[in-house]
């Protein structure tokens, strides 16, 4: 079972800069392609970003796009999530989850395709 962990996550005032971490604890995170998705209160879980496996296909949310960067470093197995000018909206419990299919247009913000999920990290963003 894979058993991913988030990091990164925390306080910080709106136009802020914050940068999510996702490991893969005892796996090597490069065999799967990874997705990012979020939860805020009173809503379900919405898809942020997904990266492939060998980083050609990255995909975002048009809430997101251009603010927000996912990449992969292939020598330390991690998925990053670079957040650039947060807004408080951008408040939620955000989650790593990873896939042994390739992400396409139509699929990447499905979490029905992700097999294996982290507990979260919370990121607040508030003055």
């Known amino acids: 079972q894979v058993q991913l962990v988030e990091s990164g996550g925390g306080l910080v005032q709106p136009g802020g800069s914050l940068r999510l971490s996702c490991t893969a604890a005892?796996?090597?995170?490069?065999?799967?392609?990874v997705g990012w998705f979020r939860k805020v209160p009173g809503k379900g879980r919405e898809g942020i970003s997904s990266i492939s496996k060998s980083a050609g296909r990255k995909y975002y949310a048009d809430f997101v796009r251009g603010r927000f960067t996912i990449s992969r470093d292939m020598a330390t197995s991690v998925v990053y999530l670079e957040m650039n000018n947060l807004k408080p909206e951008d408040t939620a419990i955000y989650y790593c989850a990873a896939r042994t299919t390739l992400p396409g247009q139509s699929t990447w913000w499905d979490e029905g395709q992700y097999g294996f999920w982290g507990q979260g990290t919370r990121v607040t963003v508030s003055s």
């Open positions: 005892g796996y090597e995170l490069d065999a799967y392609a």
